[in-house]
């Protein structure tokens, strides 16, 4: 008869038995987002890319992580370090770039820019630049999936000075008093801009405030996509069988600063160097080699192709014209023929 330990090292090899596919999936989409967000800083530094920009670079396993582990139809709303959702979700890499240069054949036409993607037929409902704005809007949207009875869900980003907003309070209330099907992830890299959590409140293992509306809520490393996966898969579950939400505090780290703005003289090089040592890239990078699941000429041919991708994300975007001034009054309100005064 086998031990409690030989049941508990078989359920853990079980548990992290996936298929080539995801590994590989993890692998190509974290790259993709990683050499995106690399070219998109260096075309800020060119003044190609203006305005506001906040990249995504260390955290891309919050991402995968949770695509793999959800359904098609599932929807997806997070703050203004938006780039690299839509990318994880499939929107043609070309037309992010083109909104972050603002041109017309952005994915928002141009006018949203770096904080503002959308891409409705992907599920991804934005960008959102007031600070826990979507958290509320997260909540609506699974709202709706339950009213309709979709069986969907939606997962609600939010970076860690988010939840000192009154608003993901009332949004965590009304989540677990209806038992809406949205699985709320804070992206805590550490840094609210640049004021670490540590000297913003007296709680500062964030996944206890869910705690006060007795919602699940537990930490994840992540820093690991297998362990992302795991902790989105199980609050969908939760999710589809009418239970209501899951509070996951996703412990991350941004390799740059809060935006391209930012030096980020607030930390040392030492605990930056600390966390890019558990790159969560590198991390899956091991395992594919390691389970022999493709060898290391396969994953520069990859690098390959990623890099072409950005490429030509750049040179489409170079190449694709301005907005119309007209464009202006266009998608603000349903009505088309809204009266605007224009005197």
């Not at 503002?116 to 704005?133: L, P, Q, R, S, Y």
């Not at 009332?170 to 000297?199: C, D, H, W």
Request: glycine fraction near 10%.
């Amino acid at each position: 008869m086998a031990s409690v330990k030989d049941k508990a090292k078989a359920k853990a090899t079980a548990k992290d038995n996936f298929s080539n596919e995801t590994y590989m999936f993890w692998y190509e989409t974290m790259q993709l987002m990683r050499k995106f967000e690399e070219k998109a800083g260096q075309l800020y530094g060119q003044q190609k890319i203006r305005g506001f920009c906040h990249l995504y670079i260390g955290q891309e396993a919050c991402v995968a992580g949770a695509i793999s582990a959800l359904e098609t139809g599932d929807k997806y709303i997070t703050a203004y370090r938006d780039h690299a959702h839509p990318i994880g979700l499939g929107s043609d890499p070309k037309t992010i770039m083109a909104e972050l240069y603002g041109k017309e054949t952005g994915i928002s036409k141009g006018k949203g820019g770096s904080m503002h993607m959308f891409d409705k037929e992907k599920g991804f409902f934005g960008g959102h630049g007031i600070v826990g704005a979507q958290v509320p809007l997260g909540l609506g949207i699974g709202f709706a999936e339950k009213y309709q009875k979709t069986g969907k869900l939606c997962v609600t980003y939010m970076g860690d000075g988010a939840v000192r907003q009154g608003a993901f309070h009332e949004a965590l209330n009304l989540a677990m008093t209806y038992k809406i099907p949205v699985i709320f992830a804070i992206e805590n890299n550490g840094y609210a801009m640049g004021t670490s959590v540590q000297r913003t409140s007296n709680v500062t293992e964030l996944y206890k405030l869910g705690s006060a509306y007795d919602m699940p809520s537990f930490p994840v490393d992540a820093m690991s996509v297998v362990d992302v996966h795991h902790a989105f898969a199980e609050a969908a579950e939760r999710a589809r069988k009418g239970d209501g939400p899951t509070l996951l505090e996703l412990r991350t780290y941004r390799y740059k600063g809060h935006s391209m703005s930012d030096p980020a003289k607030y930390r040392t090089k030492e605990e930056l160097e600390e966390y890019k040592a558990k790159d969560p890239i590198e991390q899956v990078r091991q395992l594919i080699l390691d389970k022999k699941i493709a060898k290391e000429a396969d994953l520069e041919k990859i690098d390959d192709k990623i890099k072409d991708q950005v490429a030509e994300a750049v040179q489409f975007s170079e190449d694709s014209g301005w907005p119309d001034p007209s464009e202006s009054l266009k998608d603000v309100y349903a009505q088309q023929d809204y009266p605007y005064l224009m005197e």
